[in-house]
């Protein structure tokens, strides 16, 4: 099942916390991402369908020049990825070398993805700030990708940061972090995460007025009928 463009728009503006939360209470719990991190402060947040990459150790006789040109590289699968997906790459949470740098998160960026979930680094830092494009990675690092990673399939199952992603499913990430959404229950974690958002922002802004967290937080059946009345719309 795809997600609509109006789920994907939901979840864009909800919080990865709440979302967990909520898939949580459905009973999935390995979900958030352990590792990736926002490159940058402030990062919008980023929600769309996953794009898949997996990476394996590099070998040398495999590992060369001309595979970062070939027609299973990186570079030529960004070539292929659409408008408005989230690239997800696992790199078996290795580190030791930037598997991309800010040429290849330039390109992306022309092509309209929506951003880039990893459990590895990247390089040229300093390059990809320009760009003012959402990453979620491990860190940096100098050396280039073809000292520990080689490309080997995209658009399969991966692992990445302790979580299997589909291609397909939906990744929402934000400055908590990124959390995968099977997309067949994307529409409805949607709704309901979009309505505790709204149902915690009303509270969160009861606490700064003063009020106790008593019956208001967790909210009651009681709070509840009261954010109905006095919530936003």
Request: charged residues 20%; hydrophobic residues 40%.
């Amino acid at each position: 099942m795809t997600a609509t463009s109006m789920t994907i728009d939901v979840l864009q503006r909800t919080a990865v916390a709440t979302l967990s939360t909520v898939l949580r209470q459905r009973g999935l719990h390995s979900v958030w991402m352990r590792g990736p991190q926002p490159m940058e402060q402030k990062q919008a947040r980023i929600a769309g369908p996953a794009f898949t990459v997996r990476l394996v150790p590099a070998r040398e006789d495999i590992s060369t020049p001309d595979s970062m040109r070939g027609p299973r590289s990186l570079f030529a699968a960004i070539e292929t990825m659409p408008e408005g997906c989230i690239v997800v790459v696992d790199a078996g949470g290795r580190g030791g070398a930037g598997f991309i740098g800010d040429i290849g998160c330039a390109r992306m960026q022309y092509r309209k993805v929506a951003g880039l979930v990893t459990d590895g680094p990247i390089r040229d830092f300093a390059g990809i700030s320009r760009l003012n494009w959402p990453i979620w990675a491990c860190g940096t690092a100098a050396p280039p990708s073809l000292a520990k990673f080689h490309c080997a399939d995209i658009q399969v199952t991966v692992a990445c940061g302790g979580v299997t992603i589909m291609p397909g499913d939906i990744v929402v990430a934000d400055d908590d972090g990124a959390i995968v959404i099977p997309a067949a229950m994307a529409g409805s974690i949607a709704e309901v995460g979009w309505e505790k958002d709204r149902l915690e922002e009303w509270i969160f802004q009861r606490v700064k007025a003063g009020e106790p967290l008593a019956g208001l937080y967790p909210p009651t059946d009681k709070t509840k009928e009261r954010f109905q009345t006095e919530g936003p719309g």
